[in-house]
């Protein structure tokens, strides 16, 4: 049975009832608070706190999610199952519309303050691309790869919010066999990465590592994660430990965090690992998400990737983060990986959708593009299946690439 809401809401609106994702916004000449998605508003939880309809532990009334996600899964489900009832309930209207705002009068910002930062690769797509773009005479996948999620820990500090400029980065580059000595400039192969990331709310114990189990009793939610590449200093200064500068200088992340109940109906079996995985890294029940991804360039969609095709979930991401005894902190991030599918219009960055250079994609205006132009505007964006035929959006995530500042 579904659930109606007396917001009045499109008929396939993604920010309905079923999903409430959180976010953090403003409007002019106020301080930050959290508010929760519905239709084309906002509503404001702090104003609501105040009002006496949601519970006051100042969790609201902040910049950031961060007070909240610590307050753990009881205080989530409690919230979640409050604010259902508020906006359900025409009774509870006089006393909550008050507290809805236009998303249009508003700001949105970085939902959450970023602790630790994390990212992935674990598409197996995407990697064998990458081998076969970069080992043509090799194995695809390095031997460790299907043992294992892949990662590497960014930086924090560069985690921006959808819309924040991406200037476009500096540094050491190789640019050709003609050129036996490395040059300095801005990067010339500048990509992006579509990913989907979750986040941390609870801690855990340093020592102890986080089974794949007690997922939902950690994690707060999802979001969409654009982490910015630049390829020609990757390739250069990968040799031998891996990204540096070609990934610090910017990731991108949408200001809605989904809650991890509002994607229930979304979990379908991941692909078979084999094989099959050690003991700490088995799940007891399936964790592939249905979500569907598109990219669009400058308002072109040149990529549909499928995140159910991800080979390493997302609690065995966790797990295997966590399993050295790595604690968990409020506002870790962790990313996926580029995400992309099996075919050519499925494939996650333009690394692959251009194959390096070698096969430029088609803007659809006369313009085609191998990596990406000063003045490029990337968009991702992401839906998920909910109860009873609903769409669950995840936002977008959107940056606009700028000349290099030196």
Request: proline fraction near 9%; aromatic fraction near 8%; include cysteine.
């Amino acid at each position: 049975m579904t659930t109606v809401s007396w917001v009045e809401l499109d008929e396939d609106d993604g920010f309905g009832i079923e999903n409430l994702p959180y976010g953090v916004f403003s409007r002019p000449g106020e301080m930050p608070r959290v508010g929760v998605a519905i239709g084309a508003y906002v509503l404001d939880l702090a104003g609501l706190s105040a009002a006496g309809l949601v519970e006051d532990r100042h969790y609201f009334a902040s910049g950031s999610l961060n007070a909240f996600m610590v307050a753990g899964r009881a205080a989530w489900q409690a919230n979640r199952a409050r604010l259902t009832d508020l906006l359900t309930d025409a009774a509870h209207r006089p006393r909550v519309e008050p507290h809805l705002i236009p998303l249009a009068d508003v700001e949105v910002l970085r939902p959450i303050e970023v602790a630790d930062y994390v990212d992935f690769y674990s598409s197996e797509h995407h990697a064998a691309n990458v081998g076969r773009i970069f080992r043509p005479e090799g194995e695809p996948l390095k031997p460790n790869w299907k043992r294992l999620p892949v990662g590497y820990h960014g930086r924090a500090g560069t985690v921006y919010p959808s819309g924040t400029p991406i200037v476009r980065p500096s540094g050491q580059r190789m640019t050709g066999v003609s050129e036996p000595e490395p040059s300095y400039g801005p990067s010339l192969r500048l990509d992006f990465e579509a990913e989907v990331g979750f986040v941390a709310g609870v801690p855990s114990m340093p020592g102890r590592g986080v089974p794949t189990g007690a997922f939902r009793d950690h994690v707060f939610g999802f979001l969409l994660v654009n982490d910015w590449s630049a390829r020609d200093l990757q390739a250069w200064e990968s040799q031998p430990l891996g990204p540096f500068l070609s990934k610090s200088f910017a990731t991108s992340i949408s200001p809605w965090v989904v809650p991890v109940a509002a994607l229930e109906h979304a979990r379908v079996d991941p692909p078979v690992q084999d094989p099959e995985p050690l003991g700490y890294l088995r799940c007891a029940e399936p964790w592939g998400l249905d979500l569907r991804l598109e990219v669009l360039i400058n308002g072109q969609v040149v990529s549909e990737p499928p995140f159910a095709g991800m080979y390493w979930t997302a609690p065995q991401q966790l797990a295997h983060a966590t399993v050295n005894g790595a604690p968990l902190r409020t506002g870790d991030l962790f990313a996926s990986g580029t995400v992309s599918g099996p075919e050519r219009g499925q494939r996650g960055c333009l690394l692959e959708l251009g194959w390096n250079g070698r096969e430029p994609v088609d803007l659809g205006d006369g313009t085609k593009r191998t990596f990406l132009e000063d003045g490029d505007t990337v968009t991702i964006r992401a839906t998920a299946p909910g109860a009873s035929g609903s769409v669950i959006s995840l936002g977008e995530v959107v940056g606009t690439v700028h000349p290099a500042l030196t």
